[in-house]
């Protein structure tokens, strides 16, 4: 059974910083890219980042860039989001996901086969 587990997210300030880590487990594979999503309550799902199998291809959203970095430690099998300078956009949940082989996976939520269950980021003003 894949399982994707995500911790680290919390309530933060504007302009702190956070970390996000997530670890699959029964993929039986290594060749598989991470993203991470978030959502705010109403809106749809939109990509943050994501980081091929190597872990040296990465991609990120417009919004983000120079500020979020993904990143992967093969040895503990966990991709990590690293955020800084966080935006007051109130209470997002954020997702990891695994999709792909080698080839790096889009932004389209659609491109990924496994989810995480989410976890709560809150950054206030």
């Known amino acids: 059974q894949v399982q994707l587990v995500e911790s680290g997210g919390g309530l933060v300030k504007a302009g702190d910083s956070l970390r996000l880590s997530c670890a699959p487990s029964g993929l039986g594979t290594t060749l598989y890219g991470m993203g991470w999503f978030r959502q705010s309550p109403g809106k749809e799902r939109e990509f943050v980042a994501v980081i091929d199998w190597t872990g040296r291809i990465t991609n990120y959203a417009d919004s983000v860039k120079g500020r979020f970095t993904i990143c992967k430690d093969s040895a503990k099998n966990t991709v990590y989001l690293h955020m800084n300078s966080l935006e007051p956009e109130g209470a997002d949940a954020y997702y990891c996901?695994?999709?792909?082989?080698?080839?790096?996976?889009?932004?389209?939520?659609?491109?990924?086969?496994?989810w995480g269950q989410g976890t709560q980021v809150t950054v206030s003003s």
């Open positions: 996901a695994v999709g792909g082989t080698t080839k790096l996976p889009n932004a389209r939520p659609t491109d990924y086969d496994y």
